[in-house]
């Protein structure tokens, strides 16, 4: 069964860092892209960041190139997502979800993880 | 980018078929057949119900499905189910694997 596991959410300052993970299991994590999808509270789903399987490739919404960073440690199953200079518009639930091969739909996500809450206020 | 335009809500009865669209533009949903639909229930994850425009994954029920014509995609449920009372977005690829959502649709089963 393909579970994701997200953690290292929390309160944090304007300009502030946080680390986010993501375990995953049930698949082999490095055959696969994976994605970072935030949601704001009561607001809709917002593409974040994406990672391809080896880690090479990296992709970026515009708000947060140059302030998030996408990693992933296949060795460990991991997907990471740092983040520095927080504002007070990041605030919101990530979801960690996989993207399926492409003969099944590369460009959309098939599994979700649970979310992380981060929460950016002085 | 401008996220993809979704009716904020639509409403049906049960048994009764309902549509919602997603209009985006040529760069996205008029360009590619990559557009998928996710359900939501309130404090869960997406769930995964159409990819590539009108391809169901296993485990979907058949009662879902899509379509696109231009640069609107739509999503149809047929014989509406109080379960399906949930919020539903729509998300499409634009470039360079960039992705869009729609704003997202309450659905209410009446």
């Known amino acids: 069964e393909v579970q994701l596991s997200e953690s290292g959410g929390g309160l944090v300052q304007p300009g502030g860092s946080l680390r986010l993970s993501c375990a995953a299991s049930?698949?082999?994590?490095?055959?696969?892209?994976m994605s970072w999808v935030r949601q704001a509270p009561g607001k809709g789903l917002e593409w974040v960041s994406t990672?391809?399987?080896?880690?090479?490739?990296?992709y970026y919404t515009e708000s947060v190139k140059g302030r998030f960073t996408v990693s992933r440690d296949n060795s460990k199953n991991t997907l990471y997502l740092q983040m520095d200079s927080l504002r007070a518009e990041d605030t919101a639930v990530y979801f960690c979800a996989r993207r399926p091969p492409y003969t099944s739909g590369w460009y959309s996500f098939d599994y979700w993880g649970q979310g992380a809450l981060v929460t950016v206020s002085s | 980018q401008s996220a993809l335009t979704q009716p904020a809500s639509v409403s049906g009865s049960p048994g009764q078929s309902i549509t919602i669209s997603c209009t985006g533009t040529s760069s996205d949903v008029g360009a590619y057949n990559h557009v998928s639909w996710y359900q939501q229930h309130p404090g869960n994850a997406p769930k995964r119900m159409i990819y590539d425009v009108s391809n169901r994954p296993s485990g979907v029920s058949s009662r879902f499905s899509g379509s696109k014509s231009g640069n609107t995609a739509s999503l149809t449920i047929s014989g509406l189910q109080a379960e399906d009372e949930a919020d539903y977005y729509c998300?499409?690829?634009?470039?360079?694997?960039?992705?869009?959502f729609g704003g997202g649709t309450k659905l209410t089963v009446l």
């Open positions: 990672i391809k399987d080896s880690g090479v490739n990296t």
């Open positions: 049930g698949f082999t994590f490095s055959s696969y892209g």
């Open positions: 998300c499409s690829y634009t470039r360079i694997d960039t992705l869009i």
